[in-house]
C-alpha cells in the first residue's frame, strides 16, 4: 500500500474514534479540574469552590454545562486565574449560565466579551437611543464593504444584548429599563442598516426617497 493511502487510513481510522464528549457532572467536573492544574491552580482546592457556588446558582447543571463549554471556547487558564483571585467574576459568570442559556450562547460564541463585561463600567451604564446610534454608527465605520459593516453591527447588537441581559440577571437594571434599552437598541440598529442600504442603492444609481422610515406593527 502507498504511503498516500495509508496516511488517509490512518487518518479515518482516528476519525472513526474521536474523544468521548463529557456528559456527566463528574466527567465536566474532572475536565475543569485539568484545566485548573493546567492554569498552575490546585484543583482539589478550586473544584470544592465551584461545586460550592455551583450549589447556589438556581441551575446548577445547566450553569456547570455552560461553564464548562465557555472555558473550551478560550482563554481557560486566564479566566480560571482570574475566577481564583477574583471570586465575584466567577459568581457572575455562574449567575450568567444558569440563569440564560441565549446569553452563555453569546459568551462561548466570543468569550472575551467576559472581560469587556466585568472589567469595565458596561454594566453600570444606561444607554439610550443616541448612545447606541452613536457606537452602532462607530462600529460600521471600521471597516468599507457592507457586508463587513453588516457583521459589525450584528457583533455589535450580541454585545449589547448580552450587557442589556447580565444587567437584569445582576439586578442592575429593572425591567422597565431592561425593555426601555433593549427598544433603543433596535431603534439604532435599524437607522443604520437602512442608511447603510439606502447608500448603496444611492452608489448604483438608484432613486432613494428622503421620505422617513416608519416600522408598524
Known sequence: MSLFFS???ARMQINE???PVPTTERELLQVIGV???GAGIAPGGYLELLRKDLRRSPHPRRALNNLHRFLCAGFASSLLRDFQAHPVLQNIAIEL???????SD??????ELFHWLTSTTELKQTKSSGIYLREARETTQLFGRTEKQLDSLKRFQRRELLRIGARQILKEAN???TSA???ALADAIIEVVVQLGCRDRASEGE???ENELAVVG
Open 7 to 9: 496516511t488517509i487510513l
Open 17 to 19: 474514534h474521536p474523544e
Open 35 to 37: 484545566m485548573a492544574a
Open 97 to 103: 449560565f444558569a440563569q440564560s442559556q441565549f446569553l
Open 106 to 111: 453569546i459568551l462561548v460564541r466570543q468569550p
Open 175 to 177: 425591567v422597565d429599563t
Open 181 to 183: 434599552e433593549l427598544a
Open 207 to 209: 432613486i432613494v426617497f
